[in-house]
């Protein structure tokens, strides 16, 4: 097949630079559409009628442009640069690569146009009908090709735990992906019933588990080395932890269905699983903590460090965060809540988010050999995202435990809904924060990678 | 009747991952657990010398497929012969 250079310093990481715009140029409009989603929150009315801007179109399209339009990509970008690099070879197919950024981005064209005119098939992280489904297993199932040939033209005989991770992540995510979206109905993309909801969200649960986080994790693994300028502190314990995240992470998407009458023994099994999640989570952290002990002086200085360590400390509180919400004690109060909705940034945003904008910081300069086009712009956005997302967790949880109890006592909406009125607002501006800090992100990125008129190095 | 199709893809699952794991520690993937810790710091790692695994990856990419296959089989039997 085409262009192979065997060494990965020849290579002109088109498929990384490609995933890096793509994830840029779509976390402007993935947040711009959940800043107007939060402002409806706030002020219902605001847009009338106009269709295709009802809160109920909006919210899949923020969540799906979120996770395969801002996240996903940009850990692919990463994912890119780093498997041949681990692996002491080239890419096996750059063209390959670009021909899947291009299928990635009509994908998504296809998502927003189908999401805005309401031909959605309602299954939430499913909304997409057949035909992008369709598009995106493809996509998922090429990147695997391609990197398991770089694989097999590798010439390090060790493949480093961030291999595993990407690979696991790569066809894990085709083939529940696939499942998830029933995708042998093509007209409802459903099952009937109970067993339809125990398949979404095996499928939903394994979009954070099997897709946002080893991507998240391979990155955290090279970049942190790196920045740290010291060997990993233990790669048995990540390998370790890779095997537990494998084996446990896929048993516990029915912890979102504790409310629900699917069969008790499942929920016992997400249940515990959820708490044993404990095992993978810490062996992760222990390892990228030990490995950081004493270095961050190191980590502050480099901002796509700066921003995956971040993200790991996001990981440690999601993860506890999760585990108890899983406790049906505590779900009884949680779930249907904002409280789910602070969850989710802290790790979507917080986690995998920051992570892939480190990682895009991280190899930017490494892949056009010019310094990044602004360190100011880089650390703008930083700051405006780690306030956001803060801010997000508090705002969120306290209205949350509110929109919970009052549940719970049997409150009626119209008294809560003023109550929680104060917190949509402040929850509103943080929006605007982030989303600032992604067109900041996407001119700084775009610079870096065309006209950056830094000297090469 | 959904029974059948999660076990089977259950069972997919779990064949795979042992016969992952296995592949793995066959090829020595769990040894030299010391020189893998530098394995992410480029500049420090010793050029390792090519290794001659083609034929395993073979088969890990071909159960690659065989999940997808399986899928496959799964799908039309779900679609004409139910
Ligand atoms: C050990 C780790 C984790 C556990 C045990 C856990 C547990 C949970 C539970 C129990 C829920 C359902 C809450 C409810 O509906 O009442 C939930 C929701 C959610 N989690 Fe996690 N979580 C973990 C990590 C993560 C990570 C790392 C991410 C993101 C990368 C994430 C993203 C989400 C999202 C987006 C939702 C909202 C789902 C929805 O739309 O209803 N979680 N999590």
């Known amino acids: 097949m085409p262009e192979n250079p065997t060494r990965p310093d020849t290579a002109t990481y088109l498929t990384a630079r490609g995933f890096c715009l793509t994830s840029a140029a779509w976390m402007m409009l993935a947040t711009l559409v959940g800043f107007t989603a939060a402002i409806e929150l706030v002020a219902p009315d605001l847009t009338g009628n106009i269709s295709w801007l009802l809160f109920s179109r909006l919210r899949p399209m923020h969540v799906n442009l979120v996770l395969f339009g801002f996240a996903t990509p940009a850990l692919l970008a990463c994912a890119f640069y780093m498997v041949p690099r681990l692996l002491r070879t080239g890419l096996y197919s750059e063209r390959l690569g670009v021909i899947t950024v291009v299928l990635w981005n009509i994908a998504l064209v296809a998502l927003v146009i189908t999401l805005a005119l309401g031909v959605t098939q309602g299954r939430e992280y499913a909304e997409m009908i057949w035909p992008i489904d369709v598009g995106i297993v493809v996509a998922f199932s090429l990147i695997f090709f391609n990197f398991m040939m770089t694989v097999k033209n590798r010439k390090e005989k060790i493949l480093y735990v961030s291999v595993w991770y990407v690979l696991a992540g790569t066809i894990l995510t085709a083939c529940t992906y696939s499942l998830g979206n029933v995708i042998w109905q093509p007209d409802s993309g459903a099952l009937v019933g109970i067993p339809d909801a125990i398949l979404l969200w095996f499928y939903g649960h394994n979009v954070f588990g099997l897709l946002l986080t080893p991507f998240s994790a391979a990155i955290a693994y090279y970049i942190i080395p790196q920045v740290c300028r010291t060997p990993l502190y233990s790669h048995t314990l990540s390998l370790l932890g890779f095997w537990a995240l494998i084996v446990i992470y896929t048993h516990i998407g029915t912890h979102h269905l504790l409310q629900v009458p699917v069969p008790t023994w499942l929920k016992v099994v997400a249940i515990v699983d959820s708490i044993a999640m404990v095992i993978p989570v810490m062996a992760f952290l222990i390892n990228i903590w030990y490995t950081a002990r004493g270095k961050l002086g190191l980590i502050s200085e480099d901002i796509g460090g700066k921003f995956v360590f971040t993200g790991t400390i996001m990981y440690f509180i999601v993860s506890i965060r999760g585990s108890m919400m899983a406790l049906p004690d505590v779900q009884r109060v949680t779930h249907f809540s904002h409280w789910v909705v602070g969850h989710a940034h802290v790790g979507v945003l917080g986690f995998a988010g920051m992570i892939a904008l480190g990682g895009v910081y991280f190899i930017l300069p490494r892949i056009t050999g010019k310094p990044l086009y602004s360190q100011f712009l880089a650390n703008f956005q930083y700051w405006m995202i780690l306030i956001g997302v803060v801010g997000f967790t508090i705002v969120l949880t306290i209205s949350g435990l509110i929109q919970g109890n009052a549940w719970l006592n049997g409150e009626t909406v119209y008294r809560v809904l003023p109550q929680i009125h104060i917190y949509n607002i402040v929850r509103a501006s943080l929006g605007l924060l982030i989303f600032l800090a992604a067109v900041s992100g996407f001119y700084n990125i775009f610079r870096s990678l065309i006209s950056n008129p830094g000297e090469t190095s | ?82």
């Not at chain 2, 530098?38 to 050029?47: D, G, H, I, S, V």
């Not at chain 2, 890990?60 to 004409?80: I, K």
């Open chain 2, 1 to 82: 009747m959904y029974y059948p199709f999660f076990l089977a893809y259950i069972l997919t699952g779990l064949i795979i991952g042992i016969t992952v794991f296995v592949w793995a520690l066959k090829t020595g993937q769990f040894s030299d657990q010391q020189r893998a810790r530098f394995l992410a710091l480029e500049e420090t790692t010793p050029q390792a010398p090519s290794a001659k695994v083609g034929r395993d990856l073979y088969c890990v990419l071909y159960l690659g497929f065989a999940a997808v296959a399986a899928s496959f089989v799964l799908v039309g039997y779900a679609l004409f012969f139910r």
